[in-house]
């Protein structure tokens, strides 16, 4: 019996990780996540996806970021009748990402619909909060290495790091051994634990988020701190746009080590983002994937002040610096941090620190690269605040990481699948991997099928 891969997303891009597996037995999607950035990925998820999801068996989720569970909602909207299966943080964190999503979706629409500023008539969500409460219905979690059965493969869940709940999915069918890394987090993580070692496996997909980069020898709290101290120093509002699962937790962690220590002035810190609330609940009840102590969490959630309503929010674009805010989403694409830039952006005093990876086609990757306008909500807002890019707190392995890990395998696989990258990142991995490992490794085409039998190895 023949098993297909099928690669559906993440193949281009960081952004929107979909694989098939496919046999005469079952159809298993690792992964459901939605396409973010340039304007030609996010028309994707508007497309009818691939298969009818109704003859989709079971979804295997790696963990809760968008790009690996966003699409969920419309998938089960659309007829996916079978078992979303994830660890039991990724449910966790779902429940707060997938709502949240449905809701912002919503909200969105119905802000086009008033001020005219969309091309639809009227302007429609891609799915609502009710169709991600209907898909969170389907899931069902399973504790790090026990084995459970999806059709006709055994499926086992290994730690990644990068977030609460990260998964390395470890699938076996009838033709071998499928490892799928997720996305890998790092060594040197100041929140997370790291990732496990590679096992043997015959086919490896592997993230290559960073393949052409290597984060930093910069220390991220070090660097922090003196941002705040400066701005801060000069009346500004510090703006640390942020993940709020994972990124926002990690930025906590240091800001509240450096004010224990007198290296940040004692200003005031909000965590604008009630996800993020929520979620550092969450890491509280799984001490065993991170790194934290219950005193650390304390000082952590006791340095911020909280903003969960919409009107505490308006009032922090009023109130001026000096001031740190962190607030989502970490790319500048939705969420209550783009009123921020529109309210700060604009003045020199203050500064806006990415605080990790920034897709194409992003306001977060524009303001990277240099631009000094930003299109929000139907207006061109002028950014001369200072802007500031802090890799080094990526949650991602970057490349001498992710060929550090990949040599703890026993044995080479017999293929590699280089995904979730862009072009340039997963071509660098490919090479290093061919020059450091004498491995063969691919980076498949958008919408390949290869047999996940057959050998790439020379």
Request: aromatic share 6%; charged share 25%; glycine share 8%.
């Amino acid at each position: 019996m023949t098993t297909t891969l099928r690669f559906l997303g993440a193949t281009d891009t960081v952004t929107g990780s979909r694989y098939l597996l496919e046999s005469e037995a079952s159809r298993i999607l690792v992964d459901c996540g939605l396409f973010q950035g340039y304007k030609q990925l996010r028309e994707r998820n508007w497309r009818p996806f691939p298969i009818d999801p109704a003859e989709i068996d079971a979804v295997i989720v790696t963990h809760a970021h968008l790009d690996h569970t966003g699409y969920l909602p419309a998938l089960v909207r659309d007829g996916f009748r079978g078992r979303i299966h994830s660890t039991y943080g990724t449910l966790e964190l779902s429940r707060l990402v997938l709502r949240d999503s449905g809701r912002l979706l919503e909200e969105q629409a119905q802000y086009s619909d008033r001020h005219h500023t969309s091309k639809h008539s009227p302007p429609k969500p891609l799915y609502t909060e009710a169709d991600a409460e209907a898909a969170l219905a389907r899931f069902e979690p399973h504790p790090f290495d026990e084995r459970f059965t999806v059709g006709a493969v055994t499926v086992r869940f290994a730690p990644a790091g990068h977030i609460l709940g990260a998964a390395q999915a470890l699938i076996t069918t009838t033709d071998g051994r499928l490892h799928f890394t997720g996305d890998l987090g790092r060594v040197d993580d100041a929140l997370m634990q790291p990732p496990r070692a590679l096992e043997a496996t015959d086919v490896l997909v592997c993230e290559s988020t960073y393949g052409d980069r290597i984060h930093p020898a910069v220390d991220a709290a070090q660097e922090l701190g003196r941002i705040v101290s400066d701005v801060c120093g000069r009346g500004g509002v510090v703006l640390l746009p942020a993940f709020a699962v994972g990124r926002a937790e990690t930025l906590l962690l240091h800001l509240s080590r450096l004010r224990a220590r007198g290296a940040i002035p004692a200003v005031p810190v909000f965590l604008n983002s009630p996800m993020a609330v929520d979620a550092s609940e969450i890491y509280a009840r799984y001490p065993q994937e991170h790194r934290l102590r219950p005193d650390e969490f304390r000082a952590m959630y006791g340095l911020a002040t909280l903003v969960r309503s919409v009107d505490e929010s308006k009032l922090l674009n009023l109130r001026g610096g000096p001031a740190v805010i962190i607030s989502a989403s970490g790319m500048l694409e939705g969420g209550r941090v783009l009123h921020h830039v529109a309210a700060y952006g604009p003045d020199a005093r203050n500064a806006i620190v990415l605080t990790g990876f920034q897709a194409g086609g992003t306001r977060g990757a524009a303001l990277k690269r240099g631009e000094r306008s930003l299109r929000i909500y139907g207006k061109d807002v002028p950014i001369r605040a200072r802007v500031h890019s802090l890799e080094m707190l990526s949650a991602h392995a970057d490349a001498s990481q992710l060929i550090d890990w990949l040599r703890t395998a026993p044995a080479a696989p017999r293929a590699v699948y280089l995904t979730h990258g862009e072009p340039g990142a997963s071509d660098a991995l490919r090479i290093r991997i061919a020059r450091e490992l004498g491995w063969h490794a691919r980076v498949p085409d958008f919408g390949e099928t290869v047999d996940a039998a057959a050998t790439t190895q020379p």
